[in-house]
């Protein structure tokens, strides 16, 4: 079994916030107050947030998605 990667700390609040937004449209099939805690599980919500959301929902999800990948791979060049 693979090891589960935690959620970068300056992550945690715009993945909360986004998933809050798009839990009624978009994450019908998660249990009330489900938070991903894991990088894995995150990176689910936010697939699930691109395919079933709008134009709006994809970006954002997108946005959250940079923040978590920039904390799982080594320190790009730019910012």
């Known amino acids: 079994m693979a090891l589960m ?3 970068p700390h300056q992550a945690q609040e715009p993945l909360r916030t986004v ?3 798009y839990r009624g449209r978009c ?3 998660l249990r009330p107050g489900y938070y991903p805690e894991t ?3 995150a990176l689910r919500v936010l697939e699930s ?3 079933y959301g709008d134009r709006e929902a ?5 946005e ?3 923040c978590l990948s920039r904390d799982t791979s080594a320190k ?3 910012s």
Do not use: T
């Not at 994809?58 to 997108?62: E, H, K, L």
């Open 19 to 21: 998933v809050d937004r």
């Open 5 to 7: 990667s935690a959620i």
């Open 49 to 51: 947030i691109e395919r």
């Open 58 to 62: 994809f970006q954002r999800a997108g």
């Open 64 to 66: 959250v998605r940079r």
């Open 39 to 41: 990088i894995e599980e």
């Open 76 to 78: 790009s060049a730019g």
């Open 27 to 29: 994450l019908w099939f």
